[in-house]
């Protein structure tokens, strides 16, 4: 079996799209799943980038039509001009829907587990945002822990029926905590409305050590969720985290929510971190989005993802340490000194946390994205919460 078994090619011709670009614009650039499978095999000519579209919608709770999604999508994407970078971009067609859903997911587990053993990032258009749940199946055989980031308004979680609940885009993320094997390390919402998410979700997020980010925290200082995303391993945005007069292309939209500058802008931190592996974009409906504004920004997005990807500074702590700058502090009660580590490549920061390894009595660290603040705060002698919740998960 291979992964054209999962994939139906693109028809430019049924899409509408034109086939005339200029040399410097996506549709010209990117490689088209048009007749014959692109060669993934020959590592010269493999793509860094792979886009794909999923024809799924059933389960976007009350948004039926999101599998219609990426064909929208590449419309507006081809017209884009390619950034001051070559790219190598394939665009593999879309996953078609199973028989039933959980085929679906199957499908999309294969071929992400696929590409990412080939070193090729997977984007994700289409479908519900239940399809984070098989983006994240993924990694499962991946010999890792997995740190994963969603970009939502709410917390879907259903806190009634913990156990026995079905699989959809509003209860998926019990499904990613409860899964066994256990592989998932972390947890983090960004963009949540408070008025969205009950108390009991955010009681659970604080039990498990899971971060939460609040619209209103860091509105005017997107920088706060930069290193939220620069841990994650796997990026879910479901478009209903972006206020419906940017992005009404969503049954579920609402009158709060992110801009579209910083939807992009946040895509562009997702491509910047040399740790993201996949990233998805859910939520999307054209039945909502007769002008086409949704589409626009979301192939805007996927522009900022790619943009960012090919401005990587592969900085994250590595050797040689003439790269890096070395902090330590002392907090009050002298129980931990905290050493912080910042890139001379790009200013970024992260923090050492410590822990024993479960074979082996020595020290381990473990380096967790932080900001400068955090560092701030620990030489005001205060403890900085991301630290701490970070020790606890490594116990």
């Known amino acids: ?16 799209i034109d086939t005339e670009y200029y040399n410097s614009q996506f549709g010209h650039i990117i490689q088209k ?64 829907a199973g028989s ?30 239940d399809l984070t749940y098989a983006q994240y199946l993924a990694y499962e055989h ?14 879907d979680l259903d806190q009634e029926n913990v156990v026995d609940m079905p699989l959809n885009s509003q209860t998926y993320l019990n499904h990613i ?38 619209l209103g925290s860091f509105s005017g200082k997107l920088d706060q969720a930069e290193p939220i995303i620069r841990s994650a391993d796997m990026l879910s945005f ?18 709060n929510g992110l801009y579209g500058d910083e939807a992009c802008q946040l895509a562009r931190y997702a491509g910047m971190s040399d740790k993201c592996s996949s990233f998805g974009i859910y939520e999307f409906n054209p039945t909502f989005d007769p002008m086409g504004q949704t589409g626009m920004l979301i192939a805007q997005m996927i522009w900022c993802f790619v943009d960012g990807y090919y401005g990587r500074k592969k900085d994250a ?30 200013d970024r920061w992260w923090m050492q946390v410590p822990y024993f390894g479960s074979k082996s009595v020595n020290e381990r660290f473990y380096l967790v994205p932080c900001r400068y ?18 020790h606890q998960k490594l116990q």
Do not use: C
């Open 238 to 255: 479901d478009i209903g985290a972006i206020r419906a007069s940017e992005a009404g292309g969503n049954a579920n939209a609402g009158p």
């Open 317 to 346: 702590p590595i050797y040689p340490k003439s790269n890096y700058i070395i902090y330590r502090t002392t907090l009050e009660s002298d129980e931990y000194e905290l050493v912080f580590v910042k890139s001379k490549k790009s």
């Open 100 to 129: 039933t859903i959980k085929d679906t997911y199957v499908a999309v587990k294969l071929v992400l587990e696929e590409l990412m053993k080939k070193d090729i990032l997977p984007i994700l258009i289409g479908g519900g945002q």
């Open 33 to 96: 799943y048009e007749h014959e499978f692109p060669d993934l095999e020959e590592e010269e000519q493999r793509p860094n980038l792979a886009i794909i579209g999923i024809e799924e919608g059933r389960g976007a709770v009350n948004n039926n039509g999101t599998q219609k999604a990426a064909d929208v999508v590449r419309k507006h994407l081809y017209d884009l001009y390619q950034g001051d970078y070559n790219v190598k971009i394939v665009d593999l067609g879309n996953i078609k």
């Open 373 to 390: 603040e955090d560092y701030q705060l620990a030489v005001s002698g205060e403890m900085p919460d991301l630290w701490w919740k970070t």
């Open 177 to 214: 905590i409860l899964h066994q094997p256990d592989y998932l390390f972390n947890l983090s919402n960004i963009a949540y409305q408070t008025y969205l998410v009950s108390k009991e979700s955010i009681n659970m997020y604080d039990k498990l050590f899971f971060n939460a980010l609040r």
């Open 1 to 16: 079996m291979t992964l054209a078994d999962f994939l139906s090619p693109i028809s430019l011709s049924e899409l509408g």
């Open 142 to 155: 991946l010999e890792q822990r997995v740190d994963v980031a969603v970009i939502d308004s709410k917390f």
